[in-house]
């Protein structure tokens, strides 16, 4: 892989595909630690004389603009973080884009508007993909791949756009790649993954090859309540991937021949809505349950105290620990307590820790952890579960001569 030193980027249009997919509380940046990844890439490429455009995601729109999701908060603090002009450019391929970009002097740098807004973008047409890659080409001279908790997506700005121009790999995805390879090569054992979160859907598959590698898989996060049910508990209405309670059953018996340990919390914290993250309302309806005793009608949003200290067990003798999701809902106080005891579990514990993902960072820092306690801090979650998995990753092949 080539990086950005390999690429002549003066006075050339330099593409920087990034993930500056970070948690906003209306248009208020709640975690900046993904715009911080990548400014130094962003600052380099803009001292050796490019005039940068920076491009990325931010949330699940729809493939058309959708105000909530737009870029310009992250654009200004951007700005204030590299301490120059970012121009904002109000669409990605459209007329803002084009002007914006032609008004770049060298050592300038733009941000467009969220790369979602195009249907185009995450199309599994690969004719779809590849027409709105053409047009991002046009846009520049030079592709610079930065945004590591997108690589493991076949997205045209992330897969297609850098097969169109010359291209390198930013200084955030040498560093990423270089520390996870390490758990790839030699992990030193007993090997801990904690799984939560809300994607369920697109990490449940990975614990598959996991169970090849891993000793010990904890559950937390919206992930628990598949696992609960295929259990045959009750989980009210809890997040649930339905399609998967076989897949789950099989993992549960493979993981016992295999002797691999899952560890499930033992109580959940419920409450019947979902709390006001927002405003921080107190719960009026919190309860600690046992596991296997959820109310009907109630939604789990978290492991409950007695789980918190089982998880924070189960890593206190761990070698190497990878974790990946919130235990819960830790934006509410109310159900911040599962992830803040994995959290001071795996600073209590020896073992080498990698935290990934942008939630599950997020977490580390606004609920007050040294992030400089942890063996390493990955941008990206489903990323660096893939790339830990051995996968191929869209993003990183396509960065490749
Ligand atoms: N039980 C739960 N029900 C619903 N959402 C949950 C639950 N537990 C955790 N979450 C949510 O999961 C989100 C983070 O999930 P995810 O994006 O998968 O993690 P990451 O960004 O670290 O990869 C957080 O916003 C958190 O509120
Ligand atoms: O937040 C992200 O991934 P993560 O939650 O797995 O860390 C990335 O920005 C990818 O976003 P996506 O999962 O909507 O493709």
Do not use: C
């Not at 002097?105 to 467009?112: I, K, P, R, W």
């Not at 339905?242 to 295999?258: C, F, G, S, T």
């Not at 046992?290 to 789990?300: Q, V, Y």
Request: cysteine-free; proline content about 5%; glycine content about 12%.
């Amino acid at each position: 892989m080539k990086t950005i030193d390999d690429l002549d980027v003066a006075g050339r249009r330099v593409f920087v595909r990034a993930d500056l997919n970070v948690p906003l509380s209306g248009e208020t940046i709640t975690d900046d630690g993904r715009i911080r990844a990548v400014a130094p890439t962003i600052a380099k490429l803009a001292q050796s004389g490019a005039k940068v455009i920076v491009a990325s995601h931010l949330g699940r729109p729809k493939g058309a603009p959708d105000p909530q999701y737009s870029l310009a908060p992250v654009a200004r603090r951007l700005a204030e973080l590299l301490g120059r002009d970012v121009a904002f450019a109000t669409d990605t391929v459209g007329e803002s884009a084009r002007a914006t970009v032609a008004e770049l002097g060298d050592g300038q740098v733009a941000l467009l508007e969220n790369l979602r807004f195009n249907a185009g973008e995450t199309s599994k047409d690969d004719a779809e993909r590849g027409a709105f890659a053409d047009a991002l080409a046009a846009l520049a001279d030079r592709y610079v791949g930065d945004g590591f908790g997108a690589v493991h997506r076949k997205h045209a700005s992330v897969y297609d756009l850098p097969a169109r121009l010359p291209h390198a790999a930013g200084q955030l995805i040498a560093t990423e790649v270089g520390v996870l390879k390490r758990l790839t090569e030699e992990v030193s054992r007993p090997y801990a993954v904690v799984l939560g979160g809300s994607k369920v859907s697109d990490k449940i598959g990975v614990i598959e090859n996991l169970l090849d590698k891993a000793d010990r898989i904890l559950i937390g996060g919206g992930m628990v309540f598949t696992f609960l049910k295929a259990k045959g508990y009750e989980v009210g209405s809890s997040l649930l991937q339905e399609d998967q309670i076989p897949v789950v059953q099989e993992y549960l018996e493979r993981a016992e021949k295999a002797g691999v340990e899952f560890v499930l919390p033992v109580d959940v914290a419920v409450s019947g809505s979902f709390p006001d993250v927002k405003t921080g309302a107190p719960v009026a309806d919190f309860e600690v349950v046992p596991a296997d005793a959820m109310p009907e009608g109630k939604l789990g949003l978290d492991i409950g105290p007695e789980s918190g200290r089982l998880f924070a067990a189960k890593l206190a003798d761990a070698a190497t620990v990878f974790w990946n999701g919130p235990m819960g809902v830790f934006e509410h106080p109310a159900f911040a307590e599962g992830t803040k005891a994995v959290a001071q579990g795996l600073l209590d514990s020896p073992a080498f820790t990698v935290v990934g993902g942008g939630d599950s960072a997020a977490a580390v820092r606004t609920l007050g952890f040294d992030e400089t306690k942890f063996g390493h801090i990955s941008t990206g979650g489903g990323a660096s579960l893939e790339y830990l998995e051995g996968k191929t990753l869209p993003g990183l092949a396509a960065l490749e001569d």
